[in-house]
């Protein structure tokens, strides 16, 4: 129900765009996330959005070079970010169904995309 896109390899500084993609005619209803892994590393909030994109909740680690962003019309949000970090390499899951940080509280969850940085 959900499918993120936009992962590659970037070199530090660098930016990119993520697009995560909800079919289904609910996506208005539901706050939405995006979360990383690293290798050997737990899940990580990474940003959040609610329900009609007016609130937003960011770590500490990405507030300032991320922004997470959504367009209901077209069933997707966005995290764009940018001057990436080598620490930022990670696979980034979308998830739906919370305004957290929390993920125990996301219903929906996407593949992930992998966002490598190199130096």
């Known amino acids: 129900q959900l499918q993120a896109s936009g992962g590659g390899l970037v070199q530090a500084g660098g930016s990119l765009r993520l697009s995560c993609a909800a079919s289904?005619?609910?996506?208005?209803?539901?706050?939405m996330g995006w979360f990383r892994q690293a290798p050997g590393k737990e899940r990580e909030f990474v940003a959040t959005i609610s329900r009609i994109g007016i609130s937003f909740l960011y770590s500490d680690s990405v507030k300032g070079r991320f922004t997470i962003s959504r367009d209901n019309a077209k069933n997707t949000v966005y995290l764009q970010m940018n001057s990436l970090k080598l620490e930022d390499t990670a696979v980034y899951y979308c998830a739906g169904g919370a305004y957290s940080s929390d993920w125990r509280l996301y219903v929906y969850w996407g593949r992930g995309t992998l966002v490598t940085v190199s130096s």
């Open positions: 289904g005619r609910t996506f208005n209803n539901y706050g």
